[in-house]
C-alpha cells in the first residue's frame, strides 16, 4: 500500500496523528522512529534500516538509554513536584508528554513497576504503598512517589529549621514556666491580703477605771491652767 498524495484528506490526517502522543510501545528508539499501530512496528523492525541500526546497538548503549532515562525522569520530578507526593501513573504520564524522552523499551527495565522499585532501593525516590504489595500484585496506579532531596543545600536548609524550631519551642518553653511562675505569685499574695487582721483581745474581767485618780488629775490640771491665766493678767497691766 503507497503512501498518501501529498495535500489529500488521507495525507493531512496522517500528519494529524503524527503530531499527538502515540502508543510508547510503538516507538523504536534506536531508530527514534514512533510507529502508529502494531503493524507499523512490526513491518519498522523488519526492514533493513531497522537491522542495520539494531546491530550496532553494545550493552554500553543500553546503559546510556537507562542513565539518561533515570536522569531525566528525577529532573523532571525534583523540578515540577520537589518533595512532594504524586501518583506514579500521573507523574509518567506528565514525563512521556515530551515526545523526544528516551523510551522505557531502550532500558533495561522491563516495566514501570521494576523501575519505581529500583529507585526505591536506591533511596532516590520515597515510595507509598510499595511494601504492603507483593511483586505480582503492584500495580503503578497504587503506588504514590516523591523526590528524595540529598543535596548539601537542601542537607543544611533542613538542618538549620530543625535548629530554629528548636529555639522557638525553648523560648515557648521559658514563656511558659516565667508566666506559672507569676501565676503563683500573684495567687500568694491574694492569700495574705485575704487572711484575718489581728485583734486586741481584752482581758476576761474587763478594764477597771479608777474615777477618783481620774477627778483629780483633771482637777489639778485646771487648776495650774487658772494660775497661768492670771499671771499673764498680771504681766499685761504692770
Do not use: W
Amino acid at each position: 500500500m503507497g503512501k498518501a498524495e501529498f495535500g489529500t484528506a488521507k495525507y493531512l490526517s496522517n500528519k494529524m496523528k503524527a503530531k499527538g502522543l502515540q502508543k510508547l510501545r510503538f516507538y523504536c528508539q534506536v531508530c527514534q522512529k514512533q510507529c502508529r499501530d502494531e503493524n507499523g512496528f512490526k513491518s519498522h523492525i523488519r526492514s533493513p534500516f531497522h537491522m542495520k541500526n539494531i546491530s550496532k546497538v553494545s550493552s554500553t548503549d543500553i546503559d546510556r538509554y537507562t542513565e539518561q532515562f533515570e536522569q531525566d525522569f528525577l529532573r523532571l520530578l525534583r523540578l515540577s513536584h520537589g518533595e512532594k507526593q504524586i501518583g506514579v501513573n500521573k507523574f509518567y504520564n506528565e514525563f512521556i508528554q515530551d515526545k523526544h524522552h528516551i523510551h522505557m523499551n531502550a532500558t533495561r527495565f522491563s516495566s514501570l513497576t521494576k523501575f519505581i522499585q529500583y529507585l526505591s532501593k536506591e533511596g532516590k525516590v520515597k515510595v507509598t504503598g510499595l511494601d504492603s504489595l507483593a511483586d505480582e500484585e503492584i500495580d503503578p496506579s497504587q503506588l504514590v512517589i516523591s523526590y528524595v532531596d540529598k543535596s548539601q543545600q537542601n542537607l543544611l536548609r533542613k538542618a538549620r529549621l530543625k535548629e530554629l524550631d528548636e529555639n522557638q519551642e525553648s523560648e515557648q518553653h521559658m514563656k511558659s514556666k516565667l508566666l506559672q511562675r507569676q501565676i503563683e505569685l500573684a495567687r500568694e499574695e491574694d492569700i495574705a491580703e485575704e487572711e484575718p487582721v489581728a485583734r486586741m483581745e481584752l482581758p476576761k474581767g474587763g478594764i477597771r477605771v479608777n474615777l477618783k485618780d481620774t477627778m483629780k488629775k483633771v482637777g489639778g490640771s485646771s487648776k495650774k491652767t487658772k494660775t497661768m491665766r492670771g499671771k499673764v493678767h498680771k504681766n499685761v497691766f504692770m
